[in-house]
Antibody
Framework: QVQLQESGPGLVKPSQTLSLTCTVSGGSISSGGYYWSWIRQHPGKGLEWIGYIYYSGSTYYNPSLKSRVTISVDTSKNQFSLKLSSVTAADTAVYYCARNDGSSWLDSWGQGTLVTVSS | DIQMTQSPSSLSASVGDRVTITCRAS??????LAWYQQKPGKAPKLLLYAASRLESGVPSRFSGSGSGTDYTLTISSLQPEDFATYYC?????????FGPGTKVDIK
């Protein structure tokens, strides 16, 4: 059973870059067959897909965030990461990492981490 | 982007009730639809994918149906652990998008 765990700062200042890492256990990112995603949920709101990466490094970003997002993978550490630049209060959300079978359903999720953007 | 709507936005039901939640896409999505359950403070949990295929380990009281733009999630007999918020997700086209959620609470 694959498990995912997000880590990173819970507080980021406006205009700075939000950086999170997802550590995968119980399965190898390098084995292929799955894409690795970031999703966020604004407080009390619905879900927004940020983007995903394949172990090879190929990525897809939601056009609504594309200019500010970078997702990368470190197969040696079995981790993938999210960077979101020029954050504002509107980026305050719970950020989840998850596994998906191509551009499809998300079958395993991390527990989520709340990131607050505030000075 | 494909817009997803859900109805109702919330409902109150009793244990043992049959509950139906509807999800509508702004264009046809060819059964490329998943359903998730989310409890407060927890990550969403996959229930069904491909509109009607039950994820491993999910109780059979959950079922899904639909086609084209309209889909439903049915809970045949609501159990205490089913009180949660339910989301649909289309993955027919990128970016994948989610519905706004349906909160199921205790009557």
């Amino acid at each position: 059973q694959v498990q995912l765990q997000e880590s990173g700062p819970g507080l980021v200042k406006p205009s700075q870059t939000l950086s999170l890492t997802c550590t995968v256990s119980g399965g190898s990112i390098s084995s292929g067959g799955y894409y690795w995603s970031w999703i966020r949920q604004h407080p009390g709101k619905g879900l927004e897909w940020i983007g995903y990466i394949y172990y090879s490094g190929s990525t897809y970003y939601n056009p609504s965030l594309k200019s500010r997002v970078t997702i990368s993978v470190d197969t040696s550490k079995n981790q993938f990461s999210l960077k979101l630049s020029s954050v504002t209060a509107a980026d305050t959300a719970v950020y989840y990492c998850a596994r998906n079978d191509g551009s499809s359903w998300l079958d395993s999720w991390g527990q989520g981490t709340l990131v607050t953007v505030s000075s | 982007d494909i817009q997803m709507t859900q109805s109702p936005s919330s409902l109150s039901a009793s244990v043992g009730d049959r509950v139906t939640i509807t999800c509508r896409a702004s264009q046809g999505i060819s059964n490329s639809l998943a359903w998730y359950q989310q409890k407060p403070g927890k990550a969403p949990k996959l229930l069904l994918y491909a509109a009607s295929r039950l994820e491993s380990g999910v109780p059979s009281r959950f079922s899904g149906s639909g086609s084209g733009t309209d889909y439903t999630l049915t809970i045949s007999s609501l159990q205490p652990e089913d009180f949660a918020t339910y989301y649909c997700q289309q993955y027919y086209s990128t970016p994948s998008t989610f519905g706004p959620g349906t909160k199921v609470d205790i009557k």
